[in-house]
Nanobody
């Protein structure tokens, strides 16, 4: 199983980025797919999730209205469109997959597979 993120980089406050995650080795319709992030000195935190096979989306309060998660099951891809980025969005962003109950979809300890992460830096 491999999850591979791409699309990270540097952007000014107010800008946009689109992260992608390519999934291989999984039947993705059987898995929730999610994004988490981690800043230096902080714990890894939930950002957004798409429930299997893609009917519901969940967001952290801090990104609601600015970020949009989407998935393409046919091509085994997960996306995160990030708009109106803020400096506190700076972090390493991780793609994740799980088969947890919906009530636990935000929990990092329920994640089965992680990608290596992609750095997002928001600064002027």
């Amino acid at each position: 199983v491999q999850l591979a993120e791409s699309g990270g980089g540097w952007v000014q406050p107010g800008g946009s980025l689109r992260l992608s995650c390519a999934v291989s080795g999984l039947r993705v319709i059987n898995y929730h797919l999610a994004w988490f992030r981690q800043s230096p000195g902080k714990e890894r935190e939930f950002v957004a999730a798409s429930s299997r096979p893609g009917g519901y989306q969940y967001y952290a309060d801090s990104v609601k209205g600015r970020f949009t998660i989407s998935r393409d099951n046919n091509n085994k891809m997960l996306y995160l469109q990030m708009n109106n980025l803020r400096t506190d969005d700076t972090a390493v962003y991780y793609c994740a997959s799980s088969q947890a109950a919906l009530s636990a979809i935000r929990r990092s300890d329920m994640v089965r597979w992680w990608g290596p992460g992609t750095q997002v830096t928001v600064s002027s």
